[in-house]
T-cell receptor, first 116, second 110 residues
Framework: GAVVSQHPSRVICKSGTSVKIECRSLDFQATTMFWYRQFPKQSLMLMATSNEGSKATYEQGVEKDKFLINHASLTLSTLTVTSAHPEDSSFYIC????????????FGPGTRLTVL | TQLLEQSPQFLSIQEGENLTVYCNSSSVFSSLQWYRQEPGEGPVLLVTVVTGGEVKKLKRLTFQFGDARKDSSLHITAAQPGDTGLYLCAGVRNFNKFYFGSGTKLNVKP
């Protein structure tokens, strides 16, 4: 199956700093990438949808100025958590899909963010 | 509030038992997916059901999509410890909207 990687897998940062998370599709071109957030023992919540070369579409309640998403190429999307605070600590997962008319998305392994 | 409710939230059973997980919504979806997630990893797609009333089998796992395309079930026959994990259903709309259920944490004891 298709492979999606995330980097880093874990990151610990101080409050007020910014953290960048990378999501890469390794063996296919990802027209669309999705960013999710998962709190402990809870389900995934879609944060935003990004299409290559376009601005990301954010879900209601997600601050676009805090969670900056860039999808500059067909194999890479980045999520930057700006001025991170302890409440931003979470498991961030990306997914990627190859077209716009398919419901098959391939998930990355996730990034555990801890803000001190 | 979750658009998709899963039940039960937690399930602890002995190896060899059967179980059913339910995924319910008042909304209609174009398709519904089931995933399994291990701790500290991303979800892995198990199946996608598209047609109302559709039944799909994957070895000991049987998935059913409700006639009205609002709900789904996952039945596992003769559960094994390797089935342990978090099971998530996700309703899909317009290929672009994925709504995940609340999750069912399954523990199969040897």
């Amino acid at each position: 199956g298709a492979v999606v990687s995330q980097h880093p897998s874990r990151v610990i940062c101080k409050s007020g700093t910014s953290v960048k998370i990378e999501c890469r599709s390794l063996d296919f071109q990802a027209t669309t990438m999705f960013w999710y957030r998962q709190f402990p023992k809870q389900s995934l919540m879609l944060m935003a949808t990004s299409n290559e070369g376009s601005k990301a579409t954010y879900e209601q309640g997600v601050e676009k100025d805090k969670f900056l998403i860039n999808h500059a190429s067909l194999t890479l999307s980045t999520l930057t958590v700006t001025s991170a605070h302890p409440e931003d600590s979470s498991f961030y997962i990306c997914s990627a899909r190859a077209g716009t008319t398919t419901d098959t998305q391939y998930f990355g392994p996730g990034t555990r963010l801890t803000v001190l | 509030t979750q658009l998709l409710e899963q039940s039960p939230q937690f399930l602890s059973i002995q190896e060899g038992e059967n179980l059913t997980v339910y995924c319910n919504s008042s909304s209609v979806f174009s398709s519904l997916q089931w995933y399994r997630q291990e701790p500290g990893e991303g979800p892995v797609l198990l199946v996608t059901v598209v047609t109302g009333g559709e039944v799909k089998k994957l070895k000991r796992l049987t998935f059913q999509f409700g006639d009205a395309r609002k709900d789904s079930s996952l039945h596992i026959t003769a559960a094994q410890p390797g089935d342990t994990g978090l099971y998530l259903c996700a309703g899909v709309r317009n290929f672009n909207k994925f709504y995940f259920g609340s999750g069912t944490k399954l523990n199969v004891k040897p």
